[in-house]
Structure formats: C-alpha cells, structure tokens
C-alpha cells in the first residue's frame, strides 16, 4: 500500500512561518515529522476510534456532530445551559456544560468552568478538536484565557491529531468593495474582530506548542435549516439592529452550514501546509436580494397557507429597503476549493434557500 508523505509547517494568518522557540523543539514537533498521510489510508486505519469534542456545540457543531454520530463517532462538547444540555444528550451526544458566567478571578487557576471534571478526562480522549465559542471584546477567547494551560496540558497528554477553529470574515475589515483572500493582511475594524484574530493566533500558537495543525476557517455569515431568511420571514417578525446593519453591505459573505461542515470534514481528511482558510458560497448577493427570494419562495410552496404563516409586513418592509450599500470587501474562496478540494453544495442562497424550504415542516 503506497502513502504520500507530507511535512506540515504551521504558517500564520498572513502566511508567515512560526518560529521555532528552542531548537529542542524540533524534534517534539509532530508537524515536522513525515506524520500525515492521505486521508484514505488514515480514515481507514484510525475510523473506530475517532472521537470529535466540540468546544461549544452550537449550530455548526450539532450540524457536524449528527453526521460524525451517523459514521460512528464518539462525539462529545459543550453548551452554557442544563436545559440545552438534556436536549443534545437526548440526541445521543455526549455534553458538558462549559460555562464561565459564574467568573470568580480568585480561581481561574482551576478547572472552574469545566463543572464536570470527566469533561477533561473527555477532552484527553478526543482526536479532534472544534472550536466554535466565540471570543468577546472583555476576555478575547474565553476558552484560552482562563484554561490554556490545563488545555495545553490534557491535549499533550492525549490523543488530539486535528485541531479547527472556527473564525469570521470579519478579520478582514473594510477593503472598499475589492477582493480579500487569505493573504490579505487583516485589518479588523472593530473590537470584536480584534479579538477573533486574536484568538484565532492564540489557537495556531497552542497548537504549534502541542505539535497539531491548526485550522482556522474564516466563516461568512451561516445560514442552515432553522437559520435562514426563510425561517426570519416566517417566524421572527422585525429584523434585529444587526440583522439591519448587515443589510446594507453589497457583497455579505455567507457560506451554508452544510458546506461549513463539507469544509471541515475536507480539513481532516487531506493535509495543508496552510492554516487559514475562508469558507464562503461563490454568491455574496445582498441580503434584500436573498429576503426577496426568501418571500418568492414562501409564496410559491405555500400559496393558500400564507394567511396561517405569521410573515411580519414590517419585516418585510425591511427587507425591500436596500438604502445605500456598502463595498465592504469581496471575500475569495479559492483556496478551500483548490487546497480543501470542496465542491460547495449551495455555491449560492438560492441553492440552499431551496433546500431548507424543501425541508421545511410548517407548524
Ligand atoms: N453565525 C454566523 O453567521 C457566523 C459567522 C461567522 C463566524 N461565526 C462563528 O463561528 C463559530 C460557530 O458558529 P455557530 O453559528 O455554530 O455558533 P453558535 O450557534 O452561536 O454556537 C456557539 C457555541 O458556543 C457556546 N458559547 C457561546 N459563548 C460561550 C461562552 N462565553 N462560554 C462558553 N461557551 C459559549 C454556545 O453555547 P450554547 O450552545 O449553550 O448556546 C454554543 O454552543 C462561532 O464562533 C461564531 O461566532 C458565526
């Protein structure tokens, strides 16, 4: 059996290679080693035994986690509440609640946070790691503030071989309507946006230290079953002050969470030398074009039901004032295609519109 063997050097966000802090360190250093192999012979060598620990199982994590589960994964992750806990456990993940609400600085030194301890023992099991808890403007990535080094110290100890983070678009900042790729030098524009390329530096570093490949994908806006235009039109009335914000950009990158996970799955499976990665459709069409899609389809599927569908007129009223767009930037997605070799399945809203509306129970 022939395998292709692959040196991964970790680069940073704008393509810089990491240096090396001690010269010892390259021997420990796994992604210097010929450690990597293409993804049919380590899908089928290590298949039994994956275990997938999401950081925050929310949208895209639950998304991934049920087609993991589907393949016979262990799956395991995170969420901030008791009540979403018992859901997600009904559906056969295994879940810890991972909040740090409660902050108390006399203890961060501890596991506080993890409120079961097994949750670490469960980490130190895990071959993958997603990351999909948001950072904030206060703390930067919650998770890396307060737990580096107990992270640090159960993933060295463990069995970890993949590591993503999940990023945004929004590192990039305004470039005036011109093209962004992932060599672009970032500039964010806001606190929040610091902080996510903050975090996302943070992981590549820790990773780095434990000798893993991290991944970072820079998401556009996700969109997915139960989170689309459709289901605002139908459910939520009134667009929210962020939902309008983001209205007015021309070129929104957006990206369906199908094609997030087809992105992901592509991650551990093929071998890059590249860290980040934008994972955005090939149709940054703005959002009153996609609402005004969203409504044709509505009418079209349910024509005698739209007097039962509570479709909000204010809402709609938004949706039809585009007002003056803003060229914020244009976001490429070559590279997931030409390194990741994803072929989206929705490369625009009107693919997956229709697909969640194919999919959509009325209740
Ligand atoms: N949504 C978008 O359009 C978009 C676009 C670009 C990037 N992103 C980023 O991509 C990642 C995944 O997106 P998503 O839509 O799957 O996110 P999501 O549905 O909001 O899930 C976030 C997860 O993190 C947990 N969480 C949030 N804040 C936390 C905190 N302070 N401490 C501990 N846990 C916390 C949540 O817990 P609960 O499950 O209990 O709520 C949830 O499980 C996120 O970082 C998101 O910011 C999102």
Known sequence: MSSLVVFSVPKTGAGRVLPLRESNDFQSRSWLRPATVRCGLRLEVQESGNHAFMLGMGFVGQFLGHQLKEEGWKVSGTCLSEIKKKKLEGSGFEIFIYSLEDYDSSRISTSYGFHHQESLFTL?????????????????DPVLHFHRDLIWNRLKNGRVHWLCY??????????GGYWVDEDTPPKPENELAVARLEAENAWINLGCDLGVHV??????????????????????GPLSKDQQRRQHRRYPPRIHVADVCQAIRASMNKSSTWNVFNIIDDDPAPRSE????????????????????SVDQETLNQHAQTGELIEEKRVSNNRMKSELGVELLHPNYRSGLESIARGYQLR
Do not use: C, E
């Open 166 to 175: 999940l990023s945004s678009t929004s590192v990039y900042g305004d470039h």
């Open 290 to 309: 996609v609402f005004s899609y969203a409504r044709s389809l509505v009418m079209q599927r349910w024509p005698d039901k739209l007097d039962g569908i």
């Open 124 to 140: 130190q099991d895990a071959t993958h790691l997603l990351i999909s808890i948001p950072p904030s403007v206060s703390l930067g």
């Open 215 to 236: 991944y970072v994908l820079r998401l556009g806006g996700i969109y997915g079953p139960g989170r689309s235009a459709l289901d605002t039109i139908i459910k939520q």
